[in-house]
């Protein structure tokens, strides 16, 4: 593949005068976003690669016999300027993807498989890393081993063992992913702001909370609409509104919106993509020698095997089913009616008011976000880890409404920078997700720069962030991911904070949740807007009480997804899927779900996990280190729970150790133990 190498680049136009070139004065790096804009990226990006290639081949026609210091630290020291353009892109691509970023994307998307390709496919390079001593690396929990160890697999897992024919195909199969990735990601964007759903009177939206009501007129005139309420879409089938709107058309009209997005043929028709993607990764795996992508994907994860994965689903699905039946019973007795899909999140939503004496939407009025976020998930990780936050508006991002915060050590030493851009915008992928701007690495002297992106409506002029329950729980989720990547403590950016297994990399975060409820916690932050009182301590016991309402919908939904997701990534090579809205139905009832009862969380025209993310064969990474987090929620309770004994162990054997060992040896170092899957199937009330 060495061909590959010499792909000509036109750097021209990447002059002095780009900012991308240099490291950024700012500090911590933070990119100067003021003096960025989108016609430096191509160039950057094309000088990054040509200089990454210069770096690489410096390596392979070293004549001095290959070691750990010329080869493997030489390859992690590769490539910082593609890696310093690739970062600030890829962030705002996805948090501010304007129409010209989502072109540079698609344009730049081939051009960087084929680098890639071109390097782990390079039998030269390769050949030079393997012949390195391993043995005369270091003992076996070395960081420069595992650096190595983890290089070798990925070169191997990427195709480096292939003939020459097999890795010219191999890297057509990448670019042409990597296209339709973009494509994927970016119809969904297009497809979601053009389902939203405009409603004429106040009539049609009655039930609406006034910040609701607000939300939905500022959006309805920013779409140029001139009066009338606009109702965007969030990222799943079942969509928030449903809960409080009162007319069932009004109901109906926002979930079939929802429901049927990227599915009609048009611009931004997203099952063909989907289908193109599934059959070119059964392609891919079959390339390197196994039977699905599924298989090949199980590599590279903590899980031991698929057959693990199929066994776990397999002892839920039954009780979440059975679970689910059991709610709809129980609604469609309180309807006095049988309940549509639309209907089932009003109705579930009226009997937790009555039952449990939880009204959502009032509660809403105890969540301003700057409390939650300062009193609460601020005041958490201070308590446990002992780390302090201090705005810095003088630092400024990518729009005027995201916000920067230094995170220093207990000790007053420097730690990072946290990013928060919190409001949905028109140009923001769906959903919550948290990114680096920098990662951390004593190799580099780099320290972390990390974000979390969510879509909280943009409340009215003057107004405050009022937060539903859901968006309180993703912020905790959300920071969760962000203390992985600001603690890490490692040497190598490579195996740095959330660089771990994709079925790992979500429990982290998924323990932070347990804060958001833990007394001292939530006393600080939940309080009324306007009059300060604490929420009472029934109010708080009761929505406790309330969990398990609503979880046999809510443990199913992601169930569909999840096996539609190793549906389509077990299809064997050259397998064929003619009909994909059948293939789904099909797919779920085999399983032994029943989409009829629940929808899945996601259908195969806006997942993004998978057709437009990295999740493929890995939407099961939710449920698989939920097993963990419940185990060590468990822990904690019995350990005291919020101190800086229990926070410093979980942040010195778990947080801060990222990738530079077997993530389930961290575990195992932190619990004293293997994980007991029983406290997931009690949380989520599914042992009988």
Partial sequence: MKQLLTMTTDTSSATSTNPLLAPSPLPYGLPDFAALDDGHFLPAYRAGMAEHRAELEAITADPAEPT????????????????????????????????????IDEEISPELSAHWDAIHLDAALYSRLARVDLDGIGGPESEDRRLAEESLKTFRLLGADLDHEAKVRLAAINERLAVLSS??????????????????????????????????????????????????????TSQPWLETLENPESRRRVHEAAWQRGTTPGENFALDLAVEQAGLRAEKAGLLGFSSWADYALQDRTAPSLDAVRDLLARIIPAATANARRERAEIEAAAGHPVEAWDWPFYAARIE???????????????????????????????????????????????????????????????????????????KSGGAWMNSFREASTFFGERPVVSNNLNIPRPGAGEPALLTVDQVNTLFHEFGHALHGLLSSGRYATLAG???????????????????YWPEIVSAYARHVETGEGIEPGVLAAIEASSLWGEGFRTTEYLGATMLDLAWHSLAPGATVEDPLAFEADQL????????????????????????????????????????????????????????????????????????????????????????????????????
């Fill in 183 to 236: 494509q994927y990601g970016r119809r969904m964007v297009a497809e979601n702001t053009a389902s939203a759903v405009w409603f004429g009177s106040a009539g049609d939206v009655a039930g609406l909370s006034e910040q609701d009501l607000a939300a939905a007129a500022a959006a309805a005139r920013n779409a140029g609409h001139d009066a009338g309420y606009l109702l965007t879409l969030s990222m799943f």
């Fill in 353 to 427: 008011r009555e039952r449990y004496r939880v009204d959502t939407s009032a509660l809403r009025s105890y969540f301003e976000l700057d409390r939650v976020l300062t009193e609460g998930v601020f005041a958490a990780a201070t308590a446990l880890y002992g780390i302090t936050f201090r705005e810095r508006p003088d630092l400024h991002g990518y729009q005027p409404d995201v916000r920067v915060w230094e995170v220093r050590e207990s000790d007053g030493n420097e730690l990072g920078l946290f990013v928060g851009d919190f409001f949905t915008r028109p140009t």
């Fill in 68 to 103: 750990f210091e010329n080869t493997f630290l030489a390859f992690e020291r590769s490539g910082q300027l593609l890696r310093r353009v690739h970062q600030v892109f890829s962030n705002l691509v996805a948090a501010d993807g304007t129409e010209a970023r989502q072109e």
């Fill in 498 to 516: 959330t660089a771990v297994p994709r079925d790992f990399v979500e429990f982290p975060s998924q323990v932070n949740e347990m804060w958001m």
């Fill in 589 to 688: 009832r085999a399983a032994g779900l029943d989409p009829d009862l629940v929808a899945p969380r996601y259908r195969s025209s806006y997942f993004k996990h998978i057709f437009g993310g990295g999740y493929a064969a890995g939407y099961y990474s939710y449920l698989w280190s939920e097993v963990l987090d419940a185990d060590t929620v468990e822990w904690f309770r019995a350990h005291g729970g919020l101190s800086r004994e229990n926070g410093e162990r979980f942040r010195s054997e778990l947080l801060a150790r990222g990738n530079t060992r077997d993530p389930m040896e961290s575990y195992r170092r932190f619990r004293g133990s293997d994980a007991d899957p029983e406290h997931l199937l009690r949380r989520r009330g599914l042992l009988g």
